[in-house]
């Protein structure tokens, strides 16, 4: 067929290839599903649109839709959740999608999860209030659009890693999540590696690997 | 000549003209400031090498330079000092010269001003330290290289207008200064207008202006 | 829920937080606007469509849509007005809705507002007529797409601080309002700070801290 | 040799080719000059350091140099000079090489020329002084850095065509030139058109081709 | 209202202010349009829509539409034509509106055009059979997309001035024009200026301004 | 003085503040090496050049330079060594600065780190010679220039967390980086996060992070 | 006519001149078309639309379309196949279209085609498996967007030249293919040139021109 | 050591590794060069200046350097000679020193090569004289800086594959080659590949593969 799955990897990297539905017709996705789960092989869908979704459940009714997080899962196994927390750390509304695809990818990857949304730096205080909270997280997932300056205070405040996520959120001269980018990319604070402007789903998984060795030691 | 003096730019303005020593010989400053003082001006010369100094000095005894800040100052007039402050924060040590051309080019404007140094948002608590005091400013310059989040930090903190100055300092992505010129352009914060990067002294007269408003009621 | 307010914003800014409709869906507006009323804030909403507008006047009969800005506002707290104006000039026809969004953002948020506009600089005259009713006003936001060169004229003509607003408006190697940008950020004329492009909003806030400096010496 | 010059140039285009001395070692511009000449040919090398000027002296004593323009001329053919005037007008003392390699260009190819310096916008009473005289040149070059808005003005109060050139004046968002380049292009004044960064000699090339259109009706 | 027509701009430049229908809505078109008529101006509008043109001929019944060139005319004064040809050389089919935009304003502005289509230096035989005929035009207009070769071809080929329009014709690494902007800039081959990207208006201005110095020796 | 060292750091982060000697003097530089070796912190310096470690040395004898590195270290605390490993993966002879910066970083960071150097994808079983020795890296830096495959191939073959550092190695459409950065952010490998161009240091700093997550379990 | 085809090109090149639908009318694709096909010429349009293919096939029932390639073919001379193979090697499932575009194209000039599809550099040992099949092709187009790593990796493996196609797959920092594109000009490995971004057109050219020298020996 | 010389790489490719020494010290070239050479592989070194050379011929006298190509030899291997020949044709004098790098590698890697300088499209006739010439090539490399026509006017004329190199010669608004390589890659003429600016080496290369099919009929 059109698509060759990397049945693989779950050996490789401790997770399935992931449909990326973004470029993909219904009816392709419908299939690598269908294919991946007979499998027996856990599926997860990102950038699913609505039509995604509908193509995917003709077939397997157990499957279910992320809204916010355009997300389709369908489950083999049964979950599990880890000790360790991801915290997703979120500056504004309009990154909420964003947001909801790094916590839901990281929660189907068998992540606990802790959001903190609408807390960016213009109301500092409202980052200092879960400051505490957000400390108690191994891994951090810091969300930004504009001037992303969200991965910067928190890298001076936590002694997490920190996986950084520009958005696109903003507009004229924030060239389509650019400014966000750049920012992050030259962020004074220690301990911040960045992801692909608005890959909610790259960090996620970034984050899970790095939870993971808290878990088993590695 | 091969400069025309824009003499009737201080009855405009408030200010006379301001040599920018930038892409000049030596000769061609000193000839400049002769006329002007002559003229009756006070001379300000900025982007002022060693060089630029030496040649002035040789016509003009009475010439001052700012090393760290490369001014050249001759007064005609006697000095002046503002009832409200000018506040000049800046993010690391790195900004020091583009710092000192924003205090030095203020204060020689007739403005009084408090430097805050090294107070960048990867240490929060140096910044926090000294909000206070920063508060009372009427008007602020921010100034920080690579993400440029300091202006938007202190957006969030402070009630004064902010001329926010990105830097040239770091390397890689941040373009020479880029990444700050964007970030501060895309501020979540409000009440923060940018200039072009390293313009140390355009952000001292944008402030400078602002600051005279208070002065006089205008 | 999904935003947090920041209610404190007031204290620290002497203005409210401003919802920016952009990304968001009328419902989360409507919700926003009507938790920020009841909170006893005046409500300003900018990048409104007639969407958002129809959802918060179901529940908020006062709400008034301010079309060609693209503005929602609901009052709590009496009108007030400066004495000094911020005068909005803008370059072209095309302009318009930046400078209504300058103009109505800043007259609500209590200042005395005189616009000025189609006076680009391809037809000086039009500007030069209006020079002296320009230089009376205590702040200037300058509004300007393609070349960009209105605030740089007007920065040689008038001793106020100006706000230069780029607009995406033209077409080919503007790149979305970059040329005007660009040269904003560069201009010759001293005592012009810039904000991104399209901002109308945030010229207008930082006009009005300035302008409220001169109402009470601050 | 490693050169083959287009001898057949003159006859297409009224002028010989013209040596760009820019990324050539004294000695090929010294052989190519020493041909062209023996051939008949008026030399004319732009972009020319002293020491390409030393090498071509050797072997031809009547070259001339023009320092400022850093350009190398020699002159077979007995000097022409134009009824119709090319003005070359340029904003600031720093565009003074850009402008000169205009002037000079345009004078070696025959053209009378007037000289208009340091006119830039932000003191505008300086280019309004000399607008009546630019007015009755029949081409007009127009040279400026930073913010490149004086070909805007001008093409607002002049009739004849404007050849804008832009230049690598300015420093941090002016990126080499690219500030005054698209602001140029986008100039909302008509009758302008551009030629590359620093480009003076195109301009005078572009402005002789059409002043000799005057001289002959043609 | 909302627009200011410049109606000096016709003693100033010998013809009207042109309307740039672009980021305009028919009302204000339609309005425009009836004002500059009824002072006798003629009128021209460009990047006219068919909605554009319904609501101006409601008003003024002999509006004429030009379709490929999105233009809108309507005569007050007698139409006139040059002696001398404006050529307007275009390398693709897919050039043709930005083509027609510059042969009939140059037609509307009292020219005479000829057109040269489909002759792009691929095919170089196409160009060649029509270069004597070229040759005889007294101003070139040389309009190309994707790596914009034309220009840089004629030059070589023939004497006149060249205005060099880039067209957004292509895809992926021409960005919109870009490819074909930068070429036209770095010309080898000299007597080629540039304007903006698809401005077939402003070719044909500038073009029109120099066609006519050689009508009247100017 | 003009430098606030921000000791909280160390509390906050697990490592204290580390000297970026890029911008600053010599004299700078052994003054806040010397006030940070005075407070009981290990000194670390990067981007150092042999004066800068010149000026360290004469007051401090037992600063340690590594020369390819350009780090000066300085401890005053005991050296650890984790169980877990860091490896260290560059894809040319060119890239050794940053993989060197990079490693020793991490090892004065106590960490136990491998190096497998010069094993780009170009020559793929040289990769793939090491594959089952980096497999037993618990973190993995990955640093290539040019086309900067390096970290896609990487994260396709290993389930270990991988920091991509993009080098400026290269030349023409590398601009400086770019190239690189672009591909790794751009990877379609899962688990691949990115710093900036050239930044070793950085890299290393957040590998630690993750390295001491398996130590401790955190 | 609006179009001046190419007849001679088939001579020059060995091929007829292609119609690229891209901004072209139905009505003008199959006037085009019609005069080729008349003309005795095979007719190959690319980027066409079911609309272009239906109104060339109202006068040419013979016409095929090729839907995924999105290619109208209609041959007047007999097929051919080389002996010689092109071997269209694919990253992912996205970037089918650009991939059918070249091996379709390659097809109808006469070559023998083998697709490798879907066999991307994170999934090396799809690729490996298929390497010996790969390398028995005369020429390569090896196809990907994202990172663009697979010329790369193929570079390598293989000794035949290889055609790199950037395709626009993906968001973010890819910028529309820029991200591959720049890393398939950086290519550390050698014997691969590039093509512009999504044009397997081109590319299927060049490989077919390449691929004939082995049948001729040319 | 700190180089793994990929000596598999001739099996794979036909040719051994290239050292490129350009961020190389001659002291690392010396010893890469030396063990390539005791290992019986050819030793070619690309962007080696004199120091490189020296070091190297210190160890192996038989080394030979290129001066212009900026190129050092070692053979260990008879001198071979194609029977089709690989036309190097460049636009300008200034591109000298890459077309000599790519004629150099071909000739060294047993092509038969032919030369054709300075025949760029601003003089056309120069190309025209040597077109009968050229189409006897069987793989053209064209090579030009500034708007980089050549190779489209060249795909136009000739039935071989064209590899074009974009060269960094030009200044402005080129952006270091960048209106070259864009230009290219968008060429209208079909069979033209793009290789990275100035990589005349990797031109060549490709060059030869092709050249080598015609040799062997593959
Ligand atoms: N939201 C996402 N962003 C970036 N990469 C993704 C995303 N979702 C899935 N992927 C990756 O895309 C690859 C699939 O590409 P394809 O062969 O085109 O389907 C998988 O290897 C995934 O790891
Ligand atoms: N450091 C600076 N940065 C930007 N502009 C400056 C600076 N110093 C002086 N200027 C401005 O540069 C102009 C002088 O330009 P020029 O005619 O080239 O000497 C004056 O109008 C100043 O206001
Ligand atoms: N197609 C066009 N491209 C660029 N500028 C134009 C065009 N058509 C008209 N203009 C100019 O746009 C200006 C009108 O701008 P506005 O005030 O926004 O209507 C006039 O001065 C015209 O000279
Ligand atoms: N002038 C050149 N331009 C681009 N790549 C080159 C050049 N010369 C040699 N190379 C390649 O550079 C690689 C060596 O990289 P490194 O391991 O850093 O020495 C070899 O694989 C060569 O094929
Ligand atoms: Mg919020
Ligand atoms: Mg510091
Ligand atoms: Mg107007
Ligand atoms: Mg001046
Ligand atoms: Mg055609
Ligand atoms: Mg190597
Ligand atoms: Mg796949
Ligand atoms: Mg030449």
Not at 25 to 48: H, W
Not at 81 to 101: H, M, N, P, Q
Request: include cysteine.
């Amino acid at each position: 067929g059109f698509a060759k799955i990397d049945y693989h990897r779950e050996i490789r990297k401790g997770f399935p290839e992931v449909i990326f539905c973004g470029g993909k017709t219904p009816q392709q996705v419908k299939e690598i599903a269908f294919n991946m789960y007979k499998n027996g092989s856990d599926v997860l869908g990102t950038r699913a649109s609505h039509e995604h979704f509908e193509a995917v459940r003709e077939l397997l009714e157990k499957a279910v839709y992320y809204e916010t997080a355009r997300i389709i899962s369908i489950r083999n196994t049964p979950p599990r959740k880890t000790k360790g927390i991801i915290g997703v750390v979120a500056a504004g509304t309009s990154d909420l999608a964003v947001a909801e695809e790094a916590a839901v990818t990281a929660e189907l990857m068998g992540n606990t999860v802790k959001r903190f949304y609408d807390v960016g730096v213009a109301g500092l205080h409202r980052l200092l209030d879960k400051i505490e909270e957000i400390r108690e997280c191994r891994v951090i997932i810091a969300i930004a659009g504009m001037e992303g300056a969200l991965p910067t205070v928190l890298g001076g405040l936590v002694g997490s890693p920190i996986i950084a996520v520009p958005t696109s959120v903003g507009y004229g001269a924030n060239f389509h999540g650019l400014s966000a980018l750049l920012a992050m990319l030259n962020s004074c604070a220690s301990g911040v590696s960045v992801v692909n402007i608005d890959n909610g789903f790259g960090a996620a998984y970034s984050a899970s690997l790095i939870n993971k060795i808290g878990e088993e030691g590695k």
